[in-house]
């Protein structure tokens, strides 16, 4: 699960806990929006009027619409905001909580980035994840871009990444395999961190995520 447990600040204001938890996996941007609009509708603390959800602000109930195009209208009006077209809604909200979402987002995230952040970590995975919470990126689309460039794989350790890219690259072409052997690769893969040219983060499975710089 990836939510957001969004307050309402009126009412924490007034020493008041009221606000739910919305999660951005299941929910759509508009969908996300229209719940935090509501549990503003709902508070009670009221601050400020808005528009009314039912009849989007016209004040006319509409009971039915025939085929001709011609609607019936109650006479009292939209139930819902006594025919005045406004509701009370408190103004602001915050994020006092995340579950499955970095806490950097802080107190008032952008929901498009939040968004964009979800989409990121179920196309690249945990990997994401770790690099994100390890860099300073301007925004979610930069940070997907530079872990393109920089993923390099998982790996046991990172003595197996140094391995791998050696052979990759052909650093023991024409070597004998026992002459290899004596190559220290936990020294190579220590240098490659130490000189700025690779980052490994751990991962929840005992090994390394590798990223090269």
Not at 117 to 126: C, L, T
Request: glycine share 10%.
């Amino acid at each position: 699960m990836r939510s957001i447990y969004v307050a309402c600040l009126a009412s924490y204001n007034a020493g008041t806990l009221h606000g739910d938890w919305i999660d951005l996996e299941i929910l759509d941007l508009e969908e996300a929006r229209e719940e935090i609009a509501q549990i503003l509708r709902e508070s009670p603390h009221p601050n400020v009027t808005v528009t009314c959800p039912k009849c989007s602000g016209t004040g006319e109930w509409i009971t039915m619409r025939h085929a001709n195009g011609f609607e019936d209208k109650d006479p009292a009006g939209c139930q819902t905001c006594k025919g005045v077209g406004m509701v009370p809604s408190a103004a602001e909200w915050a994020v006092h909580d995340y579950d499955g979402l970095p806490s950097s987002f802080g107190e008032h995230p952008d929901l498009d980035e939040l968004a964009a952040y979800v989409e990121a970590v179920d196309e690249h995975g945990d990997a994401f994840v770790a690099y994100f919470g390890n860099e300073s990126h301007a925004d979610v689309a930069s940070a997907v871009e530079g872990f393109s460039d920089a993923y390099s794989g998982e790996f046991r350790n990172a003595e197996e990444w140094a391995e791998g890219f050696l052979d990759d690259t052909g650093a023991f072409q024409g070597v004998s395999d026992t002459l290899r052997n004596y190559f220290d690769f936990q020294a190579y893969a220590r240098d490659a961190r130490l000189g700025g040219d690779m980052t490994f983060l751990d991962n929840d499975n005992g090994g390394v995520y590798a990223f090269s710089h």
